[in-house]
C-alpha cells in the first residue's frame, strides 16, 4: 500500500511539474477567487459584526410636540414607541434636564434663553437596515413634531448599507466568476496533462493498470492546487483583514475586534480549494481516460 | 479452424468488428488457436491484422460474433475485468511506447510499479527480464539512445512483467532492418519455446517465411488463407522485396 501511495504521489508530483506555467495560474486564480469569495465574505461579517455592535451610534432623538410635557403625558407615547417594529430601546429625555446639561456644556450661548426643547425620546435599532422604516412609523405618530420630530444619522448609515451591499457584490458576483475562472484553469491544467502524460496512460493501460491508477495521480494534481489556492487565499484574507481591521479602529477605536481565526480559515479555504480541485479534475479525467 | 474436441486457447467465431457505416475492421472471422502456438496474422493496411489482436486486448469490442480467451467469452467481459484481462498478456505495440525521459529499465520499472509491484520486487525482476530479451547492457541507457531493434527489445521487455502466457505483438519488426527484425524474431521465439502463445501481426514477409509458423492471411476483414506450420528453406528467399502488401504469403508453397 506505501508503495503504491509512494507512486501515485510521485506521478502526481511530476504531472505538477510538466505545466509549471499553468499550474501556477490555476493555483492563483483558484487563490483569488476563494479570497473573494471566502476572504470578502469574512471581511463582511467583520463589519457586519461591527455594525451590529454600535447601534448606539445610529440612535434616533424623536421630538414630540410641545403640546405633550411631563411624565404623564410621555409615559403612553414610550410605550407606543416601543410598539414600533425593530425598535430595541426607548429611553426618555425630559426637557428640563437636557436643557440643564445644554447650559452645563455652554452656559455662555444659553444665558438668558429659555427652555426651547420639546420633549424627546432616543431610540435604537434592532437593525440598521431598518432605521428608514422605523422613522416612517414613528412620523406618522400624530405625537410626534412633524417638522424634523425625527433624525438620525442617515447618511453614516447608508454609507455602511453600501459597504455592505458592496462587499456583498464583489464577493459573490466577481468572486464567483473568478471562481469560475479557477476551475476552468485547473480543468485546464489537468487536460493538458493528460495530453502531455499519454504515452505513461498508454503504458499503464497496455500492462493492465487498474483505472484508479491510471487516474489518481490527476485527481492529486487538482486537489494540490485547489488546496494550495485555498493557503494563498488565507493569506490574503489575513491581509485583508488587518487592513480592514485597522480602519475600524481609526473611525471607532474603542471597538474590540476578534483575533483572526488564520488555522480556521487556512482550514476551511484550503479545503473549499481541496474539494473544488478534486471536483474539477474528476470532470477533466472523465472523457479522455473514458474507455480502455 | 479446428474441429479439435478439445477446447483451443483461442476462439474468434464469426467475428465481426464494425468501426462505423463505411468502415468494416473484419467481416466475420472465425479461427481456432491452441495454446502454446506461434501464429502470424499478415495481409494489406486495413485487412485486419491489428483488429484481431485488440479484439484479445478489448481495445476493439466486435459489432457481431464472440472471441474467447482460455475458456472465457471476452464478449460479455466489462470494462472493468479488462486491467485483468491486460495482466495476462504482453502487449508489444508497433510504436514502442518508450518513456523518453526514462531510462531502459526505468521504463521496465515504470509498468512494474503501475501494476502494484513494490521496489523491492522491481529491483529483483528488472535485471532478469532486460536479460530475457538481451537488453541488460543497455539498461542505463536512455530510448533516444538505444537503435530500433534495441527499442523493440525494451517494448518487449515491458510485456513480459507479468510473465503472461499470451504475447501480442503489433508489427514488432515494422521499423527494423533485416538482422534487427531477426533478433526480434528469435526472441519471440525463444519466448514461445517456453511456453507463451504468440500472436504476431506483421507485413515483414521475409521473417514470416524464415521463421515457418502457422501464417493466417487476412484480406478486406476476412481470413484468405490459414497455413500451418512447415519446414523452412535453409535461407530466405528475397520475398521482402515485393514488400509487405502482397495479398497472398508464399511461404506456404515453400519446401514441405
Known sequence: MFDWLEFMLTEAIVALRRNPLMTFAAITTTAVSLFLIGGLGYVYLTIDNYAKTIPSKFEMRVFLKDSYRGEAAVNPIAGKLRAVPDVAKVTWIPRDKYWALIKEQDPDLTAGIEDPYPESFKLQVKDLAQSDAVAAAIRNMPEVEPEGGVSYLKDEQTFIERALFFIRWLGGVFGGLLFLTGGILIYNAIRLTVLSRRIEIRIMRLVGASPVTIRVPFLIEGVVQGTLGGVLAATAVLGANNFVCGFLRVIAPQTVFPIFPLEQTMLLLSGIGAIYGLLCSMIAVRTPLRGQ | ?256
Not at chain 2, 33 to 47: K, N, V, Y
Not at chain 2, 67 to 85: A, K, Q, Y
Not at chain 2, 183 to 202: D, P, Y
Request: overall charge negative; cysteine-free; aromatic content about 4%.
Open chain 2, 1 to 256: 479452424m479446428s474441429d479439435s474436441p478439445i477446447q483451443p486457447y483461442i476462439r474468434y467465431e464469426n467475428s465481426q468488428v464494425k468501426y462505423s457505416d463505411l468502415v468494416q475492421g473484419l467481416r466475420g472471422v472465425s479461427l481456432d488457436i491452441a495454446r502454446g502456438e506461434f501464429l502470424f496474422f499478415i495481409g494489406s493496411t486495413g485487412a485486419g491484422k491489428s483488429t484481431l489482436l485488440k479484439l484479445l486486448t478489448r481495445e476493439v469490442r466486435e459489432s457481431a460474433g464472440e472471441v474467447t480467451l482460455d475458456g472465457v467469452n471476452l464478449s460479455r467481459m466489462s470494462d472493468r475485468e479488462i486491467p485483468l484481462l491486460r495482466r495476462r498478456m504482453g502487449i508489444v505495440p508497433q510504436d514502442f511506447a518508450l518513456l523518453p525521459r526514462k531510462r531502459v529499465w526505468e521504463n521496465v520499472a515504470y509498468a512494474m510499479r503501475a501494476v502494484g509491484a513494490t521496489r523491492r520486487q522491481v529491483r529483483r525482476r528488472v535485471p532478469d527480464i532486460l536479460e530475457m530479451v538481451n537488453i541488460g547492457h543497455r539498461a542505463d541507457a536512455f530510448p533516444h539512445q538505444l537503435s530500433g531493434g534495441e527499442q523493440q527489445r525494451v517494448a518487449i521487455a515491458r510485456a513480459l512483467i507479468n510473465d503472461p502466457p499470451l504475447l501480442l505483438a503489433d508489427e514488432p519488426t515494422g521499423n527494423l532492418d533485416p538482422q534487427h527484425s531477426w533478433e526480434i524474431m528469435e526472441i519471440l521465439l525463444r519466448l514461445n519455446a517456453h511456453g507463451a502463445t504468440v500472436l504476431v501481426a506483421s507485413h515483414d514477409l521475409v521473417v514470416v517465411e524464415r521463421t515457418a509458423k502457422r501464417v493466417v492471411t487476412l484480406d478486406q476483414g476476412q481470413i484468405k488463407s490459414d497455413i500451418p506450420p512447415w519446414i523452412p528453406t535453409e535461407t530466405p528467399t528475397d520475398i521482402a522485396s515485393t514488400n509487405g502488401d502482397t495479398d497472398e504469403p508464399t511461404p506456404g508453397s515453400s519446401d514441405v
